[in-house]
């Protein structure tokens, strides 16, 4: 088992960094938000300030971005954000202290099977680019981890990091990739090298644990979701998921 600790992402800085420069490394991110609040309301859209509040946990929530996309269309939401990350977490406090009905909890995911943080009969459990950090043994132990907390009919939805089978298709996708981050940072203001990002994704510790759409879609059929498919993809982020069966 990797341990949290060991990565980079338990530093203060890594995380600072990140939140900083979040909106030029992953150009689609404004696109990504409207696909995660556009597929939130139109399977759980009916509940505006009123029958019991829709159960969400997002995992390796970072600074809660994504989850305060969702707690801005109003919809009744008791959200669970978890990450690893202590700094993380404490500018996810910030963001949302505005918002009632939150549960911040620091655990990795590596030992969430034996900490109950994942509340019982969630009706969504997302991610956004964190999941891909841990190694296909440990993302299998997850996804029936997020299959057993799911309540009937609850869905799973991944926005990550994946790989297409051909390295010749994978260098157009990132020469893609890093024209955009340029674009991008340029019309943000943001100074951003997108080499640095590049031999990230392209160094061994993190590739070993990248896989295809069709790779990650397996492991969900194999725990049990049905409908598991790529819903979007653009080059290497792909938005992925499936559901579980309304009677299991
Ligand atoms: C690329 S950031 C994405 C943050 C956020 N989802 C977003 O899109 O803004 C990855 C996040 O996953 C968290 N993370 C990475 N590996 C983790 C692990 N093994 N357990 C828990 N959290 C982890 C990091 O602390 C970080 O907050």
């Not at 990450?83 to 009905?101: H, I, N, P, V, W």
């Not at 991944?158 to 340029?186: F, M, Q, T, Y």
């Not at 392209?202 to 598991?228: I, M, Q, S």
Request: aromatic share 10%; hydrophobic share 40%; net charge negative.
């Amino acid at each position: 088992m990797s341990s949290f600790e060991e990565t980079e992402w338990s530093a203060v800085d890594c995380a600072a960094d990140y939140l900083k420069k979040a909106d030029a490394i992953i150009p689609q991110r404004p696109k990504l938000m409207g696909l995660l609040r556009s597929f939130y309301l139109h399977f759980f859209g009916d509940n505006l300030n009123s029958g019991q509040p829709r159960k969400i946990v997002e995992l390796g929530s970072g600074d809660g971005a994504f989850t305060e996309e969702l707690l801005k269309t109003g919809q009744n939401i008791e959200a669970t954000l978890i990450d690893g990350s202590a700094e993380m977490l404490t500018r996810a406090r910030l963001r949302l202290a505005s918002f009632q009905g939150l549960r911040f909890i620091r655990s990795p995911f590596q030992k969430l099977t034996s900490n109950d943080a994942i509340p019982e009969g969630a009706d969504l459990i997302f991610s956004v680019l964190a999941i891909h950090h841990i190694s296909k043994e440990e993302k299998q132990e997850l996804c029936e981890l997020i299959y057993a907390s799911l309540a009937p009919g609850g869905f799973f939805i991944n926005i990550d990091d994946c790989i297409p089978s051909s390295s010749l298709i994978e260098d157009w996708h990132v020469e893609r990739w890093r024209k955009e981050v340029i674009e991008k940072g340029a019309e943000l203001g943001i100074e951003i090298d997108p080499q640095t990002y590049i031999d990230k994704h392209n160094a061994p510790e993190h590739r070993k644990n990248l896989e295809t759409v069709a790779a990650l879609c397996g492991t969900l059929d194999a725990v049990g979701f049905v409908g598991a498919e790529c819903f979007y993809r653009d080059g290497i982020f792909t938005l992925y998921g499936g559901q579980k069966p309304a009677a299991s």
